[in-house]
């Protein structure tokens, strides 16, 4: 059976990151569509709006379907242009600032931009202060600084620790640092001793054993390193460690770096230090 | 003038993403209220949906207003438990999935975490391999792979770069490479001699004066590096070196590393490897 044929355009007047996230996450709940996606951020001129709108009526003749469009822009002239195109528009704005309007007793600003736009020095700060504390203290760098992080990724190399503090501290400004465990430390269950002071910071990261060895095959194929019964044994390993010193520590192996972050957050009480 | 008090909840099986997301682009168009944002992911059981429920009509009391409530539940049960509370609920799901349902001809899947939950292996060794290559590239190390580089941004000590690097591989899965612009190369206008094969990848990021001599001033105080003038004479050399080389450059004086980096990707035509 062939898949239906669908294009997604995302409209937005500023960077088109509110309208991709919230349309990805509804079509995200069906499956067997072909999707094109199509991004057209900073949509803020008459002149774009018409090469859209041919771009909308376009897809439509080549899918045999109409376009969803998922739109934040807030220019209405620019909206009427999209509007005359042949598609089914899903405009984020539209549907809720009226209701909120009423309930806040208040008009709305129409600004674009504002969701992502203007910074607080203060925001700027905290952040690029994460990001330099995540980089100083990334796989075991500068282990006598750990007593400033906001926590501490410990697992086995290729277990997402990296990413993970890049994440938190863009995204949340979260200080976070990591730190390896290897070969080293496996001949007994302890903790590395840099470690035990800061302790009711550790936070695990853990995964299957076959997901570590496909991950480590694609850096060193056929390695020791990569072989699955190493794989095994280092996972097994730090998990007894993990229980045995309480640490918490998450599998992450069906789940998105954005997903460990937040669930990271959510179990250690930590309070993001950035909004929006 | 007192200003209004409004709590805002921000509930999610997942992470809160798509939720906050949604909230947060809407009520940036709101002035003058002072907002207390609460989030709450991972609401996946009846208890925690009661005690929610009982923050709710707290938080009503004591604003005098009742709060407004950002959803993308997608359990009935839990949603109806919410509903009893004293609250103004906007259900990002119930609102738009009924629409697309209709429109694709088709029921949908109703399984939280679809957005940021499982990971397709491409996509993870795109994001992984890109994360790799900005921390392997940043600051001018490496010059000789910058021939592997999506783009290599280019700009003064302070001027941005690395942030912007790690924004665009985490969420875009670009590989950027950057190249600090130092006292050495000011004697004349000339572009750094590893940047020259490169050229066309060049991307430069300036800012005010005012600015940068602002941030530098956090990191080393009232030292020769953070002082007006050199910062005056940084950036009004480089922003000639740009223009005498064509190479295109974005002043982020007034915008956050999420709009920094979309304007990146728009302006080379970056094809972005990553989506949701």
């Known amino acids: 059976m062939n898949r239906q044929k669908r294009t997604v355009f995302y409209l937005s007047d500023r960077t088109g990151i509110t309208a991709e996230t919230l349309g990805h996450s ?38 045999g379907h109409r376009p969803l ?14 509007k005359q195109a042949d598609c089914r528009i899903f405009d984020f704005f ?4 009226r209701s909120i309007e009423e309930e806040l007793h208040q008009p709305f ?14 925001a700027y700060f905290k952040r690029i202060a994460a990001i330099n504390y995540v980089l100083a203290h990334d796989d075991g760098i500068n282990p006598k600084n750990f007593a400033e992080a906001d926590i501490v990724l410990i697992g086995v190399s290729r277990s997402g620790k990296t990413p993970t503090c890049l994440y938190l501290g863009l995204q949340y400004g979260i ?13 007994t269950i302890q903790l590395p001793q840099v ?5 009711s910071k550790l936070f695990g990261l853990t995964l299957t054993p076959a997901q570590l060895h496909f991950i480590r095959q694609e850096r060193h194929p056929n390695s020791q390193y990569a072989c699955l019964t190493q794989c095994q044994h280092e996972i097994r390993w730090q998990e007894s460690l993990f229980r045995l010193f309480n640490i918490p ?21 930590l309070k993001r230090q950035l909004y929006g």
Chains 1, 2 share one sequence.
């Open 26 to 63: 509804l079509l995200t709940q069906f499956d067997s569509i072909e999707w094109e996606f199509i991004n057209v951020p900073f949509l803020d001129n008459i002149d774009k709006a018409r090469t859209v709108l041919k771009q909308i009526n376009h897809a439509t003749e080549c899918d």
């Open 69 to 82: 469009v998922f739109s934040t822009l807030l220019n209405p002239e620019i909206l009427e242009i999209i």
């Open 94 to 97: 539209e549907t809720f600032i």
């Open 109 to 122: 600003a129409r600004m674009a931009g504002r969701s992502h736009g203007l910074q607080h020095h203060l």
């Open 175 to 187: 200080a976070a640092a990591n730190y390896p465990l290897t070969q080293d430390d496996m001949p």
């Open 195 to 199: 470690l035990e002071s800061v302790k």
């Open 249 to 269: 520590y998450l599998d992450t192996t069906h789940i998105s770096i954005e997903e460990i972050s937040a669930i990271i957050l959510d179990r250690c009480g």
